[in-house]
């Protein structure tokens, strides 16, 4: 990603970079594969080669725990504001409450929390990061712009992997090598 101003993307709390596929990205890409399958006479449908999927950002289920166990400790709810799907977050916190629980963690337990270091914390989100990605997949979360826990990172990406090689890439990575994606502003 190219950035306008390093400074004002640090600095102003309103530079912001929100990258996500859309509702009907995997749908987009398709037709767009398909249209330069077609032009080229491929006789075959992208579908016959290709799997699409949607995926989270790698820091996502990170960023989501760390952010929600903050909420426990200090007993209230940090990650609200103008424009988010209350729903979205509430079912966040389920899923995490429950996870966390499975874990044999009571979010209730202040002394519980602060045991969780670090080392806890990376396994943590590694169990955590496929759950929140089957509940994005399911549709039982939607993370789009403000929506999430923690929404300050691309969160979504389309992966897309071949049928006949087997190789996969992530979509946007690919578009970054041949597009710019700019974000900042002017007040620097």
């Known amino acids: ?42 006789g ?50 389920e899923i995490i409450g429950q996870f966390l629980s499975d874990n044999g963690i009571d979010i209730n337990d202040k002394s519980q929390l602060e045991e969780i270091d ?14 929140l990605e089957e509940a994005l997949t399911k549709g039982e979360i939607k993370l789009d712009g403000w929506d999430g826990m923690f929404s300050d990172v691309r969160l979504t990406r389309i992966k897309i992997k071949s049928k006949v090689s087997g190789k996969e890439f992530i979509l946007e990575d690919e578009i970054k090598k041949f597009m710019n994606i700019e974000c900042g502003n002017d007040n620097y």
Do not use: W
């Not at 950035?3 to 859309?22: E, K, R």
């Not at 725990?65 to 916190?93: F, M, P, V, W």
């Not at 670090?118 to 759950?131: F, R």
């Open 118 to 131: 670090g080392a806890k914390l990376i396994s943590l989100t590694k169990e955590l990061h496929p759950i």
């Open 44 to 93: 075959i449908n992208v579908d016959d080669v290709y799997e699409f999927s949607l995926v989270l950002d790698k820091y996502y289920a990170g960023d989501a725990l760390d952010a929600y166990l903050n909420e426990l400790y200090e007993g209230e709810e940090r990650y609200c504001g103008d424009g988010i799907l209350s729903s979205t977050l509430d079912k966040e916190r």
């Open 1 to 42: 990603m190219k950035i306008h101003s390093i400074v004002g993307v640090i600095t102003n709390s309103s530079s912001v970079a929100y990258i996500f596929a859309q509702e009907n990205g995997i749908e987009c890409a398709k037709a767009f594969f398909n249209m330069i399958m077609e032009d080229v006479g491929a």
